[in-house]
């Protein structure tokens, strides 16, 4: 008959008394509730609560780092030593200024534009200051452009700025169909053919703009006939010359 194993009073549950049998030896445990689970401990491998984990060796990255290297120190210290934080070379050959190649860069600007929308300066002296038959304000212009058919008007203003020459415009207004019309006219705009001085201002004006000429007072209306009489008279000269240029060819013919 098998020798009897020591037993002891079960207190809590079946699983307690199970594993209190089928121990080898008794190992001494407390009292405890009927949810809390029996806490087994090995004999073979004590654990020691001081002695440290050990840790996996630290991995090399795959890049070299300088030395003392520290990701703060890239805006501080690193940045101007370690190769992979230099700044690019700068050349050597800077490049040219444009103040020794060209000291007032927008007169220059200013010459080429009127180089190539006025070649001739025919415009540039029509409303020169120091022309004296210049277009002045209060004269009426004629306006030739290649599209559309002349425009004509008085001269209200004329705008001009030393920064900007090929901004140059001048302000005319006419009465058509009995409505005031106004219009800003580019001077070196490439779809104006010409401008020619219909009438000069009867009165002398001492202002650079005239706009009390928009009050019903002071409005010169509709400026077709005084139009349609210079456009006669201009063709009536045209005419002139030319039978006058016919009959001197007549005369070297005989």
Excluded at 169 to 197: C, D, F, Q
Aim: glycine share 4%; net charge positive; charged share 20%.
């Amino acid at each position: 008959m098998a020798a009897s194993l020591p037993f002891s009073r079960p207190t809590s549950s079946l699983h307690r008394t199970l594993c209190q049998s089928l121990t080898p030896t008794s190992l001494p445990c407390s009292r405890s509730h009927n949810s809390f689970p029996l806490r087994q401990y090995s004999t073979t491998t004590p654990i020691s609560p001081t002695s440290p984990p050990t840790l996996a060796p630290p991995r090399k990255p795959s890049y070299p780092r300088p030395v003392d290297f520290h990701p703060g120190n890239i805006y501080r210290h690193h940045r101007e030593q370690a190769l992979q934080f230099r700044p690019l070379p700068v050349p050597t050959h800077p490049y040219p200024s444009i103040k020794r190649l060209s000291p007032d860069p927008i007169s220059h600007f200013n010459s080429l534009q009127l180089s190539s929308l006025d070649p001739r300066g025919v415009r540039t002296r029509l409303f020169a200051s120091s022309n004296p038959e210049r277009v002045a304000p209060g004269d009426i212009i004629l306006v030739r452009t290649r599209d559309a058919e002349p425009i004509s008007g008085v001269v209200l203003s004329i705008r001009k700025r030393e920064t900007n020459l090929i901004d140059a415009a001048v302000l005319i207004r006419n009465t058509l169909t009995r409505v005031g019309t106004e219009m800003w006219i580019k001077i070196y705009s490439p779809s104006i053919t010409g401008i020619e001085i219909v009438q000069r201002s009867v009165r002398k004006v001492k202002r650079a703009r005239l706009f009390y000429l928009r009050s019903a007072r002071h409005d010169p209306g509709s400026l077709e006939g005084v139009v349609r009489t210079y456009l006669k008279g201009r063709s009536g000269i045209a005419a002139g010359l030319s039978s006058s240029t016919k009959q001197k060819i007549q005369v070297k013919k005989k």
